[in-house]
């Protein structure tokens, strides 16, 4: 009967001190300071009123129309492009008091920013950077659908561009504090390092033969799993509901919706388990694993907004787009101050798809490290 | 009486060294077989190509006249297992402990709570059943180790040196206890370092030097290979002559 196997491997990892410490104390800690260090900028953004941004380009039709679309996209979220031709961005912004100065150039552009208006800096180098990343997806979408259609109805499509940009920009910059962001990103964060969950009871199966003394009984590969993917599912299940509540109690964090913003997580966690059990079952030591997750959960970490916003980032769309800590973060973060996201749907078949994958490699990997190798 | 258990050929090697070398005994329903050899003999090896977590390099073991490869769930099932390493878990208790190994089995509900105090008290762990396993002694833990292996009722009991570090009192119990087995019916096979316990419980010993059986019969056919008057040799003196004197470092 597995039930028993996963209840006391559950009771195992549940003894150690260590685990409760990794789920819920640390997060608690980490985001608390993150908070505080990053409640000033962040400020910042919000207080950001309307401003006005100078530009130069070279007239064309491409440019121009690109620059028609960004000043509409620009509009909506308060911020002016005038244009000051012939003139040097430096003298530029200090002579008419600009936040800052876009120079557009035949394929790139240079932003420049002044000390005294930083956010608006950064807000103005985030917008850039997100119209021309979706500028460029929508085109290649486009070029992609229009395939043998002709020139007029391409000019005419180019006006949904606009449109849809306006849609899209316009929800990019949601107006999140850094309690909310970082409060929900470390959850996020720390239930994908849960394989560490794991550790003292894969020691001891090994140090004192509790495996071999597992495999005389026959157990099949999968239960065998099984008794260590749920365990450690639900621990760190438990250990981040107190986690969960302790953020919402201490530090105030909103969570938008809580149902949906706990299934996702929990899908998270699953996820997480399940990378971990497949690394540890193919390298087959515990030290390793933990190096290798921990290192591909920083990258995608890195990538999808742990440390440094992924709202103001300057990470591309697609190297975000390979981070599954991405989709989480973004949904969880939109649940909270737009109580919906496009990307819940994204996380859910992100998350149940490594779910599905790494476990069945896992078994698969135990179940030929145990029969080939059988040491 | 009937052959329970039969290697055929069994060999393991691990690279180019030759841990078990072409073994062939047999296992009569009913024996305490005792199995000695120095240090790196390889009996441990032996020991665990027949409970099927070890695969031979060649070679195959039979169990009731079957095959491990299709009959595997139902000969495991009738295998006690107990390791030289003590294969408990320090942060459950007794009773989690025994629960954890015995339930493997298929065994569920009542029966197995009965199976575990039944185990628990066989191996004299009853008054600790509620303690860690971490909290207990060299010997408490051995007896809890063979504790764990008995739950599912096994008729073929593979003891790997259960007695190594613990003290006077605590190896006459198993010793007892061993014999209490067999006598209840159970096939035991025996590996010890103690030649006063082998030759006290064991019907039959092999002895085994790197990876090959060198002797195999009663205590009294051993003796009778290297003196006539076996009154005046103990199994000791039988097992250094037959291996010599020089150390074992593999
Ligand atoms: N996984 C392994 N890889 C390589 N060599 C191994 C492995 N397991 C055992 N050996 C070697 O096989 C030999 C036999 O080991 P084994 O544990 O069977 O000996 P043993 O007779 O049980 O010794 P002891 O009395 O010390 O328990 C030793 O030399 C050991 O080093
Ligand atoms: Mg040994």
């Given at each position: 009967m597995i039930r028993y196997l996963i209840k006391n491997n559950f009771k195992i990892i549940s003894r150690n001190a260590i685990n409760i410490l990794v789920l819920t104390l640390a997060p608690i800690i980490v985001s608390a300071?993150?908070?505080?260090?990053?409640?000033?900028?962040?400020?910042?953004?919000?207080?950001?009123?309307?401003?006005?941004?100078?530009?130069?380009?070279?007239?064309?039709?491409?440019?121009?129309?690109?620059?028609?679309?960004?000043?509409?996209?620009?509009?909506?979220?308060?911020?002016?492009?005038?244009?000051?031709?012939?003139?040097?961005?430096?003298?530029?912004?200090?002579?008419?008091?600009?936040?800052?100065?876009?120079e557009f150039g035949k394929d790139s552009y240079t932003v420049y920013k002044t000390d005294e208006n930083t956010a608006e800096g950064q807000i103005l180098e985030y917008l850039l950077h997100a119209y021309y990343e979706n500028m460029s997806l929508a085109i290649s979408e486009q070029l992609m659908a229009a395939g043998s259609e002709n020139v007029a109805e391409n000019n005419a499509k180019d006006e949904t561009i606009g449109s849809k940009m306006k849609v899209e920009t316009a929800d990019f910059i949601p107006a999140v504090d850094s309690t909310d962001y970082y409060g929900i990103i470390y959850m996020i964060y720390f239930s994908w390092c849960c394989i560490v969950c794991g550790a003292g009871l894969f020691t001891a199966e090994k140090k004192y033969g509790i495996e071999k003394r597992q495999m005389v009984s026959g157990i099949s590969d999968f239960k065998e799993y099984l008794s260590k993917f749920i365990p450690m599912v639900l621990m760190a299940c438990g250990g981040l509901a107190i986690y969960g509540v302790l953020s919402i109690a201490l530090l105030d964090v909103h969570w938008g919706n809580i149902a949906l913003?706990?299934?996702?997580?929990?899908?998270?966690?699953?996820?997480?388990?399940?990378?971990?059990l497949m690394v540890y079952a193919i390298c087959d030591n515990m030290v390793v694993t933990v190096i290798i997750v921990f290192m591909l959960v920083w990258v995608w970490g890195f990538v999808g907004g742990s440390f440094e916003t992924y709202i103001f980032s300057s990470t591309s769309e697609t190297l975000k787009n390979?981070?599954?800590?991405?989709?989480?973060?973004?949904?969880?973060?939109?649940?909270?101050?737009?109580?919906?996201?496009?990307?819940?749907?994204?996380?859910?078949?992100?998350?149940?798809?490594?779910?599905?994958?790494?476990?069945?490699?896992?078994?698969?990997?135990?179940a030929i490290r145990r029969k080939g190798g059988k040491k | 009486m009937s052959t329970i258990l039969r290697t055929k050929d069994l060999t393991k090697k691990y690279g180019s060294k030759v841990v078990v070398d072409n073994l062939n005994i047999e296992i009569e329903e009913g024996e305490v077989f005792g199995l000695l050899g120095p240090n790196g003999a390889g009996?441990?090896?032996?020991?665990?190509?027949?409970?099927?977590?070890?695969?031979?390099?060649?070679?195959?073991?039979?169990?009731?006249g079957k095959?491990?490869?299709?009959?595997?769930?139902?000969?495991?099932s009738k295998l006690g297992y107990i390791p030289q390493d003590l294969a408990i878990h320090g942060r459950l208790k007794a009773w989690e402990n025994v629960e954890l190994f015995t339930s493997l089995y298929g065994i569920k509900g009542a029966e197995l709570k009965k199976r575990i105090d039944e185990s628990l008290e066989y191996v004299g762990l009853t008054e600790k059943k509620n303690d860690y396993a971490k909290t207990f002694s060299g010997g408490m833990k051995r007896r809890l180790n063979i504790a764990c292996a008995l739950g599912h009722h096994p008729s073929l009991l593979i003891f790997d040196e259960p007695t190594v570090g613990i003290d006077a009192q605590s190896r006459n119990f198993i010793m007892e206890k061993i014999k209490e087995s067999n006598r209840n019916g159970a096939t035991v096979i025996y590996t010890s370092h103690y030649m006063e316990e082998v030759e006290a419980i064991c019907t039959r010993i092999a002895i085994m030097d790197n990876g090959k059986i060198i002797a195999i019969g009663t205590v009294e056919e051993l003796k009778k290979m290297v003196v006539e008057d076996t009154s005046k040799i103990t199994l000791e003196e039988v097992f250094l002559t037959l291996t010599g004197k020089k150390l074992r470092d593999y």
């Open positions: 300071v993150l908070i505080s260090a990053f409640s000033a900028m962040m400020e910042k953004y919000e207080e950001v009123g309307a401003f006005k941004v100078g530009y130069s380009c070279n007239h064309d039709d491409i440019t121009d129309q690109y620059i028609d679309g960004l000043k509409s996209v620009a509009e909506g979220q308060g911020i002016s492009f005038v244009e000051y031709e012939g003139t040097n961005a430096e003298e530029a912004v200090a002579d008419y008091k600009l936040a800052g100065f876009v913003s706990a299934l996702l997580v929990v899908l998270g966690i699953m996820a997480a388990t399940a990378l971990g390979l981070s599954p800590i991405y989709y989480e973060n973004r949904a969880l973060v939109e649940l909270s101050c737009m109580g919906e996201s496009d990307y819940v749907i994204k996380s859910i078949i992100c998350s149940s798809t490594i779910t599905a994958v790494c476990s069945g490699i896992a078994v698969l990997a135990g | 009996k441990s090896t032996t020991m665990n190509m027949i409970c099927d977590i070890v695969r031979p390099t060649l070679g195959s073991v039979e169990f009731y095959d491990f490869k299709k009959n595997r769930k139902e000969l495991l």
